[in-house]
């Protein structure tokens, strides 16, 4: 029953949220997605999207899922093995299989659904799964599901990985996890340092790509096409909710035993709806665009170099790495988020991140460059933290 102490309960919790700088406020888009949006009436520079190829208002993908509905309809009405599969879901799986190097591939609603899948049907009580610290918390929730002892290691640390990896030498089953990118502080995944360890202590490698897919690498394949292992991982997660199109949707891409026995006995995929045929018309499009030249990752990239560069001239304290997610460091919950506020007011979009995104002592805005920004919305950018900076 919802009684009256519940009910104070819960509003004294989120007044703590408040207080302590805590609360996520979410703000009303009044438009498309775009690096120009509009919030209450203003217009201003998005840099906090995971739009990182510039497709999620592309015409060329919003056309291919118009069409595809009109020809496949709006929804399924069902999961895959009743009457949810139709020639299209097929058809992405297929070329998402050969887009990842990969031998089969496994549909699901979203990457957050797809990492809630993998572990449980994998692996039991007589397994191990080593994980680093840093995860998505769509890892961490999957990893909970399942039975497996759980071993995690200090970020990128590959000398406490292979210590973890000792430990669980007496498993049946090891399997090592890591995003390829990490999201909040942007670094890539030691994956050959990894894929060493793994075959060392005869371990399985799970890569989850979401925040690589589509921009890094040569070609856009990710993070394991940046490290060069990609015959050497075995199960790769990502999302077509990023680069590839910002909508929804995402898959599980490994050995063709592997997604067939996920196929079989992964609960998020059993008992959840359809892919929409909408979402799977426009991912193929944008595996079209991307797979041609792909010339909107040199764009994103050379975006994110010339922000950091410019903003590491301007004495901003700044994580290192290589890729379009750049964390401007500000350590304190409250200034975060007023930052990002005076920030708005600038006409500059950007979202203070703090626990439990991020450990607490960890608060940052995490920018974010996309191949619609221009070189003068990114000096836009710099000049508008220099203002707000104090």
Known sequence: MFDKTFQ?????????LHD???????????????????VSGKKVLNFCANNY???????????ASAKTMQEWGFGLSSVRFICGTQTIHKQLENRLSTYLGMEDT?????????????????????D????????????????????AKRFRYAHSDMEELRLCLEDAKSS????????????????IAKLGEICDLAEAYNALVLVDDSHATGYIGETGRGSIEHCGVGHRIDIITTTFGKALGGASGGCISGKKEIIELLRQRARPYLFSNTLAPAIVGGTLQVLDMVEKENPYRKKTMQNAHLF???????????????????????????????????????????????????????????VQLSALHTTEDIEAAVQAFIRVRG
């Open 20 to 38: 302590q700088g805590l609360y996520k406020q979410e703000r009303i888009l009044e438009g498309p997605q775009s690096s120009v949006i509009e």
């Open 106 to 126: 496994l549909l699901f609603s979203s990457c957050f659904d797809a990492n809630a899948a993998v572990f449980d049907p994998l692996l039991d009580e007589r």
């Open 308 to 366: 950091r560069k410019m903003m590491t001239a301007s004495g901003f304290d700044l994580v290192p790495g290589d890729t379009a997610i750049v964390p401007v460091m500000l350590y304190d919950e409250k200034k975060a988020v007023a930052m990002a506020d005076a920030l708005l007011e600038e006409g500059i979009y950007v979202i203070g991140f703090s626990f439990p995104v991020v450990p607490k002592g960890q608060a940052r805005i995490r």
């Open 172 to 187: 049946r089953r090891r399997l090592i996890v890591t995003d390829g990118v990490f999201s909040m502080d942007g670094d």
């Open 128 to 147: 191990a799964i080593v994980s680093d610290a840093l995860n998505h918390a769509s890892i961490i929730d999957g990893v909970r599901l399942c039975k």
């Open 53 to 63: 190829l510039g497709l999620s208002n592309h015409p060329e993908v919003i056309a």
């Open 8 to 16: 104070n309960e819960l509003s004294e919790f989120l007044q703590e």
